[in-house]
Nanobody, 120 residues
Framework: QVQLVESGGGLVQAGGSLRLSCAASGSIFRINAMGWYRQAPGKQRELVAVISSGGNTNYADSVKGRFTISRDNAKNTVALQMNSLKPEDTAVYYC??????????????WGQGTQVTVSS
């Protein structure tokens, strides 16, 4: 089994910054893409940013230029640096990883979510 543990959420004023971190552990052979998603109240979960094992990144248009995703393959971690935060960034943020386990099974895993609240 694989576990993803997130940290770094909280309350911040508009224009401020937060850094989210996610650590994967368990029966991991290789992690392919890792990403961050978010879900605001009453809305569907949406992709925020994704990074491949080779470091290629993709961002939602709404966060381009403000958020930066990074990863450490040796430590099986992914981070999301969020700058110039806006009230509309308020949501529960989820870490996601596409994992090939030591049992040669490929699955999608999710963290438990961390709340980010941006006040105006």
């Amino acid at each position: 089994q694989v576990q993803l543990v997130e940290s770094g959420g909280g309350l911040v004023q508009a224009g401020g910054s937060l850094r989210l971190s996610c650590a994967a552990s368990g029966s991991i052979f290789r992690i392919n893409a890792m990403g961050w998603y978010r879900q605001a109240p009453g809305k569907q979960r949406e992709l925020v940013a994704v990074i491949s094992s080779g470091g290629n990144t993709n961002y939602a248009d709404s966060v381009k230029g403000r958020f930066t995703i990074s990863r450490d393959n040796a430590k099986n971690t992914v981070a999301l640096q969020m700058n110039s935060l806006k009230p509309e960034d308020t949501a529960v943020y989820y870490c996601n990883a596409d994992v090939l386990s030591t049992g040669w099974r490929r699955n999608d895993f999710w963290g438990q979510g961390t709340q980010v609240t941006v006040s105006s």
